[in-house]
């Protein structure tokens, strides 16, 4: 009975940070290949490859929870990257990103290779929420193509609210 009550008790808090935006515990970063948190990566992402990444579309949208002491702000943080290939066709990408329906600063970018995206989030956006979406744009993205079907942005690894130090 007792081993019962304890795989139960396991079980309900290994599901509490995979509960979707409509439940009350978010993780406040998400690894883009974690399946668990998956429900909170809410639109414009394609499927995990090789075990660690998600390519995302033009257009894509998280929720996260807000850290704890956001009544200071918060950071918001993408760390992404865009391969050689194609850069080479792009030249320059912008990404942007809209938290709450306030439009933070936008980022070019210019090389291929690794990269974060980070701004910091006024208090007043995220304070006292339980969870913030924020929808980012990679602009121009690529286009379906004969190599590939799918719209590409760029190869997201991980996004979050960050406490603002």
Same mark, same amino acid.
């Given at each position: 009975? +007792? *081993?019962?009550?304890?795989?139960?008790?396991?079980?309900?808090?290994?599901?509490?940070?995979?509960? &979707?935006?409509?439940?009350?515990?978010?993780?406040?970063?998400?690894? @883009?290949?974690?399946?668990? /948190?998956?429900?909170q990566l809410l639109r414009?992402?394609? *499927?995990?490859?090789?075990?660690?990444? *998600?390519?995302?579309?033009? !257009?894509? &949208?998280?929720?996260? +929870?807000?850290?704890?002491?956001?009544? !200071?702000?918060?950071?918001?943080?993408?760390?992404?990257?865009?391969?050689?290939?194609?850069?080479?066709?792009?030249?320059?990408?912008? @990404? &942007?990103?809209? @938290?709450?329906?306030?439009?933070?600063?936008?980022?070019?970018?210019?090389?291929?290779?690794?990269?974060?995206? *980070?701004?910091?989030?006024?208090?007043?956006?995220?304070?006292? +929420?339980?969870?913030?979406?924020?929808?980012?744009?990679?602009?121009?993205?690529?286009?379906?193509?004969?190599?590939d079907e799918r719209e590409?942005?760029? @190869?997201?690894?991980?996004?979050? /609210?960050? +406490? !603002?130090?």
């Open positions: 009975m +007792k *081993r019962r009550t304890m795989m139960v008790a396991l079980m309900g808090g290994a599901a509490a940070g995979c509960r &979707s935006k409509s439940g009350t515990d978010l993780a406040e970063v998400v690894n @883009i290949a974690d399946e668990g /948190l998956a429900p414009g992402f394609h *499927r995990v490859e090789s075990g660690s990444w *998600r390519w995302t579309q033009g !257009k894509f &949208s998280v929720a996260l +929870k807000p850290p704890k002491q956001a009544d !200071k702000g918060a950071v918001l943080l993408l760390q992404y990257s865009i391969p050689d290939a194609v850069m080479a066709q792009r030249k320059e990408v912008t @990404i &942007s990103a809209v @938290i709450e329906g306030v439009p933070l600063p936008p980022e070019k970018v210019t090389t291929a290779g690794a990269h974060e995206y *980070r701004r910091e989030v006024p208090a007043e956006v995220v304070k006292g +929420k339980r969870a913030a979406t924020v929808d980012f744009t990679v602009d121009p993205a690529t286009p379906p193509g004969d190599s590409l942005g760029v @190869i997201a690894a991980t996004v979050g /609210l960050l +406490k !603002k130090s």
